[in-house]
């Protein structure tokens, strides 16, 4: 099976403008969730996502927002960019929910200008 | 709220050696998994292990395997024969079983394997 797959792997923007990543799981998992990775603040969560739900929220600001669509492919979208939105956001996914071990895609190294 | 720690921010071990990376976590669960995750220089996260809080039995995977000492809150990883292509950040994780897919990871601990 393929992996997990995030584009775009590499993107730069200004602050105040928005930015849309997208994932794909592998084929037949229904969760994905999604982490924020930065020096200064490790591995964050940010959301999950199951079955088109927002299943759990870390503690982000709303500009942070997510979907999901009925093939299971997920965006995650930030408003009203901010330097310290420069990160590796990296996608998970899992069969199930709660239960199951998550597989990492490559990531997207976003860089905020 | 769960947290986990890595005491170790780095740690280097000769090629062939053994090494073993601490982990301690915090939590009021009884049901939960406790992982440990790769991420080499191309920033690819990959699991090496993963363990069920209520198996006593401690996980092997190959040249990996863990202590799990559940009552100490104790998850280090020990890395038999270790290999260049070992050398990478590994990072300790928590979930809690039956509450959605989210993990709380630790800090990391950047292990490189010297030839």
């Known amino acids: 099976k393929a992996g997990v797959t995030q584009t775009p792997r590499y993107l730069i923007k200004t602050r105040g403008q928005q930015v849309t990543l997208s994932c794909s799981p592998i084929s037949g998992h229904r969760s994905v969730s999604w982490y924020q990775q930065t020096p200064g603040q490790g591995l964050q969560f940010l959301f999950e996502?199951?079955?088109?739900?927002?299943?759990n929220k870390g503690n982000f600001p709303g500009r942070f927002s997510g979907r999901q669509f009925s093939n299971s492919r997920s965006e995650m979208n930030v408003s009203t960019l901010e330097l310290g939105d420069s990160a590796l956001y990296l996608c998970?996914?899992?069969?199930?929910?709660?239960?199951?071990?998550?597989?990492f895609g490559p990531g997207t190294r976003l860089t905020v200008l | 709220a769960q947290t986990v720690t890595q005491s170790q921010p780095e740690m280097s071990v000769q090629e062939a050696e053994t090494v073993t990376l601490s982990c301690t976590y915090d939590t009021s669960e009884s049901n939960y998994y406790l992982f440990w995750y790769k991420q080499p220089p191309s920033r690819q996260m990959i699991l090496v292990i993963r363990?069920?809080?209520?198996?006593?039995q401690n996980a092997t995977e190959n040249r990996f395997s863990v202590n799990f000492q559940k009552a100490a809150k104790s998850f280090s990883l020990k890395i038999s024969d270790s290999q260049l292509g070992d050398t990478a950040m590994y990072f300790c994780?928590?979930?809690?079983?039956?509450?959605?897919?989210?993990?709380?990871f630790g800090g990391g601990t950047r292990l490189m394997v010297k030839p």
């Open positions: 996502y199951f079955s088109e739900t927002q299943r």
């Open positions: 998970a996914s899992s069969p199930f929910q709660g239960t199951d071990t998550q597989y």
């Open positions: 363990q069920e809080a209520y198996k006593q």
């Open positions: 994780a928590f979930m809690k079983r039956n509450a959605g897919n989210m993990l709380t």
